[in-house]
């Protein structure tokens, strides 16, 4: 009913930036919060970013200064601007968006399918 389609990820040396997108499409009435986890192997997923929908975010202290969220809300839309990237930012990350279904109201809790990020040293 909800389908989510992630772009951005890659490949990219210590210092470098990415960006990373994720569009959400399909019978959506509305989006509450929008976000971004990763998952390094071996560890567990962790939330990097998250936006509400007025606008009000929150970052893991690992990635403030560095990481930026943002939405477009017209399009359905998260971005995580991502500046000064370490290794230790790789890993592979997900969006989710949760939010209101068209017709039933009811609420939905998808993920994207993944994208890889690989920060070389």
């Known amino acids: 009913q909800v389908q989510l389609v992630e772009s951005g990820g890659g490949l990219v040396q210590a210092g470098g930036s990415l960006r990373l997108s994720c569009a959400a499409s399909g019978s959506i009435f509305s989006i509450n919060v929008m976000g971004w986890y990763r998952q390094a192997p071996g560890k567990q997923r962790e939330l990097v970013a998250s936006i509400t929908s007025d606008g009000s975010s929150n970052y893991v202290e690992s990635v403030k200064g560095r990481f930026t969220i943002s939405r477009d809300n017209a399009k359905n839309t998260v971005y995580l601007q991502m500046n000064s990237l370490k290794p230790e930012d790789t890993a592979v990350y997900y969006c989710?968006?949760?939010?209101?279904?068209?017709?039933?109201?009811?609420?939905?809790?998808?993920w994207g399918q993944g994208t890889q990020v690989t920060v070389s040293s």
């Open positions: 989710n968006v949760q939010g209101l279904l068209h017709w039933t109201r009811r609420t939905f809790d998808y």
